[in-house]
Each structure stands twice: as C-alpha cells, then as structure tokens.
C-alpha cells in the first residue's frame, strides 16, 4: 500500500521533520520589492494617460506614441492635418451607412455649393413662416434671450406674395353643424417626420433667413445645454452621448457652469502635439457614445440628430462675433473647443449631407415640376435656372444612400412609427429654446431634415413620377429642405476653413521657430 504524501510546508510536514527549505528571509525581500515596483509602474502609466485631466498638466508634453488615438480622435486629427490629395478617412474613407466616402462628399459639395448659395438668396427661398412664439411643452422656460443677436427681424405681410398668405378654409375642418367653430389644424400628419405647421393656417411670423442667419448670438447656460440634453437623452432611444455643460449651447463656452469666465482652449503649433491635444479633450466615455451593434435605423436616427448639433455648432464657430475686432470671423479655437471634445458629431454633418442629397435624388421630379412662383420675375428667372443645375449635379452623384435596406424587419413599421414619434418631439422641444434666432434655425433644420426623411421612408419611388397626386409636400417643406441642404453645405465648407486656418498656425509656428540662416 502506497504512503500517503504530505504537501511540503504543511503542519503535518513539519511534525514529521520535513526536510523542505523554508523561503529566507532575502527571497520575501526580494518579492516585495517586485511587487512594489509593478504598482509603481501601473501607477505611473494612469498618470501620464490622464495627466492632463488629473493633474492639469498641458497635454502637448505628452508622447504621442504612447497610445493610439482613438478612431473619433483621430477623423478629427486628420480633418485639421489634411492635405490635398490625402484621404480624409482611414482605413475605409466612406461616411458610415452610406455608400459615399468623405472625399466624394466634398467634392460633391464643391459642385452643388455655387447653385445653393445662389438658391438661397431668392424670393421663394429666403422667406419662411415659422411658429416662434409656441409654449414650451417639458419643462417652465427661463425666459427669452434679450440680446440683440438672439431676436429676429420679421417681415411686414406687405412683403409677402398673397397666395402665401391666403388662409386656406377646409370642408373637413368644421364641425358637423353649420356655423361651429373651425377645429385645429392637426400639426401633422400620418407620413410627416418633424411638425410641419402649414404657413396658409394658424399663428406665425414671417421671415428673412438671410437676414436672420445662424451665428453666435451669445446665447448659453443651463437652458441651452438643457435643450440637447433632452434631444439626446430622452429621443434618440436610449443612446445618449455625454454632453459637456458649456458645449450645448448656441453661445459663447465664455461662461462655465459656475458663472465664472473661461477662456477657449488653445490648439497646439506642433503638428504632432494635435492628436494627444484632442484626446485629452475628447469625452469620449465608456459607454456613452453610439454602440456598434444597435439596430442600423437607430444610428440613422442618432447621426441625424448628432451632425445637426455639429453643424450648429460649426456654424456659430464660423461667423463668430469677436468683440476686439468688432467683427464677425471664424474662430479655430471656438472649433476645436466645441467639434475636438466631440469627434463623431463631426462625421456626421458628412453624414446628414448624403442623407439629404440621397432625399433631393429622389425627389427631383417633382422638384423640377414645383411651382416655385413669386410674381416677381427676376426671382422666378433665376430659381428656374438654379433648381435644373442643382438636381442635376445632385443625380449624377451616383447611389450615395440606400434608403431601401431600412425598416425591412417584422417589427419595421412600429420601429418607423416611433422613428416619427421621436423625430417630432425634437421638433417641440426646439420650442423650448429661450433665444429666437437659435429658435429658428433648430425648426427650420429639424423641418428640412424632417422633410428629407419622409421623402425617403413615407413615399415610395413611384411615388415621384408621374402626376405627384399622392404627395403631400408644403411650400415651408420645400424651403426647410434647400435650405437644411445649404447649411450642411455651408458646414462642410467651413470644415475646410478651420483645417487652413489651422495649417496656417502650424506654419506661422515653424516659420516663427525657423533658426536663421547665416550666410
């Protein structure tokens, strides 16, 4: 019979006189200092990854190499860096659920830039009614921005041609006695994606939007930032990114959360001080940006919303107010302060150009065929040359969205049923907005990028040709969406503004720190 073996060390081995050596006193000296010097390490690397949060210190110090940035980081470090003939994307180079890369979409823009820019200046396409004075339906209002930026300058109905004006009456909207009183007008209907608020019925304000552009208006705090908190946090189905609470505005980042004043960061001079610079800014938290495997109409959804925030954005970094020039100009500081902290968003202005170039391809038809009569005649002269070169460049664009692959599963048409539901309460919540020029531009793009997505998802192609008589498109639709298509324009535009601004600065550096050459 085999002799049970003890384990070495144990008390039973001890009492048998167990031979095993015991650990001396300089091995478990040694082994502490092993441990020690691996604590020592870990703690060191956490340091130097956050040190610019941690500690404060200037994130240009920091080694470039010693991690890769992040995918978000580094799209935005090649936007700033690129060069011509480069690609702007890597690896890929195509917008994400597109058919179309970033290079395309900028050359594209380079095209349809010269006609919209033009479009926009006309009669028909400068002048909208928009509901600005309707009450806040979530939350009680801090009341309205006073400052003269944030009000807008209406128009005298005298302006406006009467047929826009004429207040249409509907059998269907009175009561089922003669002489009651007429019902409201629903809001919208069955196939619309944003509030539509037809401008023959009901309360408005006439307006210029050239005279009224999107641009800083000063406008900032907590009812800004309250605004994309609940777009982001309660529409866009359970994917909310984190908001910093001085980037939501459509204001100054002057102000922080405490009322005191804070100046824009800095961009760094060195080219390879840029990466670590933006990582260090970006808020890219676990967890708290799109997730890869959410269902393709809810990244549709949320890239809608995110690259409407970013052209916003953009917008107000481009036509700045700086108050020692006295002058309206781009601020690079303004940009990366409010794109580098969020990347993504900044794909998805490129993102939401296709969308509505994919909604202007399917729509041209009746584009071409619309009415677009002012009965001023060197107005309708110039929209009846500008419309043909506009869809026309629009269609030889190719295949640059797929709107057939979505809401194809069992579940398709309650997924689009609240795809609409949640598309139009951003529509109400732009109501909420306390500055009437941010008011504005947030129903005016929600309206075009509203009236791009029922085009796509509400009509089926057929649908376009034809005799139109199965669609339903206002005159304010119309504009919403050439003008939405102008501001993602405009946005991709002044992306290219920055990145020269921004290799300007790098080259003033260079030149700056250049030793002179003795002869």
Request: glycine letters at 6%; one cysteine or more.
């Amino acid at each position: 019979m085999a002799k049970a073996r003890t384990p070495p060390g144990s008390t039973a081995a001890r009492q048998l006189g167990d031979d095993t050596p015991k650990p001396t006193q300089p091995r478990w000296i040694w082994t502490v200092i092993r441990i020690t010097a691996l604590v020592a390490a870990a703690a060191t690397a956490y340091i130097a990854r956050d040190s610019p949060r941690v500690l404060g210190f200037n994130s240009s110090l920091q080694d470039p190499l010693k991690q890769p940035p992040s995918q978000n980081v580094g799209f935005m470090t090649q936007v700033l860096q690129k060069s011509k003939g480069q690609n702007i994307c890597k690896p890929e180079g195509y917008v994400m659920d597109t058919y179309s890369d970033f290079d395309g979409v900028e050359a594209l823009n380079r095209r349809v830039a010269v006609p919209l820019r033009k479009l926009i200046k006309t009669k028909f396409f400068r002048t909208l009614k928009v509901e600005l004075y309707k009450p806040c339906q979530f939350w009680r209002s801090e009341g309205s921005c006073f400052q003269r930026d944030c009000i807008v300058q209406p128009l005298d109905d005298g302006q406006i041609p009467p047929a826009w004006r004429k207040q249409t009456v509907d059998q269907t909207s009175f009561g089922p006695f003669l002489g009651s009183f007429p019902r409201q007008r629903p809001e919208f209907s069955d196939k619309d994606f944003a509030i539509v608020n037809d401008e023959t019925y009901g309360e408005g304000v006439w307006l210029d939007l050239v005279e009224n552009p999107e641009r800083f208006t000063g406008y900032a705090g907590a009812g800004a930032n309250a605004i994309w908190m609940s777009i982001y946090q309660h529409n866009c189905f359970g994917v909310p990114p984190y908001i910093q609470d001085t980037a939501g505005g459509w204001g100054s980042q002057l102000v922080n959360v405490d009322g005191k004043s804070m100046p824009f960061v800095q961009p760094p001079r060195k080219k390879r001080d840029l990466t670590p610079f933006l990582e260090s800014l970006a808020e890219e938290e676990s967890g708290l940006t799109l997730p890869a495997d959410v269902p393709k109409e809810y990244r549709i959804f949320y890239r809608a919303v995110s690259g409407l925030h970013a052209s916003t954005s953009t917008h107000i970094c481009a036509d700045y107010f700086n108050a020692t020039s006295n002058k309206w100009e781009p601020n690079l500081n303004c940009f990366i302060a409010r794109i580098g902290a969020f990347p993504d968003r900044l794909q998805n202005i490129y993102f939401n150009f296709v969308l509505l170039t994919r909604a202007l391809q399917k729509m041209e038809p009746y584009l071409a065929a619309y009415d677009y009569s002012t009965n001023v005649k060197k107005e309708d002269l110039a929209v009846a040359r500008l419309i043909p070169k506009l869809l026309k460049i629009v269609k030889g664009a190719g295949l640059v969205f797929d709107d057939s692959e979505l809401f194809l599963a069992a579940n398709g048409r309650a997924l689009k049923a609240e795809f609409k539901d949640n598309f139009r309460n951003i529509s109400r919540i732009m109501d909420c907005t306390g500055c009437e020029k941010c008011r504005l531009w947030g129903k005016t793009q929600t309206l075009g990028i509203g009236t791009a997505l029922k085009a796509l998802f509400s009509y089926p192609d057929r649908a376009f040709r034809g005799r139109f008589t199965s669609l339903d498109f206002k005159r304010n639709e119309i504009v919403a969406l050439i003008t939405t298509y102008f501001q993602f324009s405009r946005s991709i535009e002044d992306i290219g503004v920055f990145r020269a601004m921004y290799q300007n600065l790098v080259t003033d550096w260079r030149a700056s720190n250049t030793a002179p050459t003795i002869a």
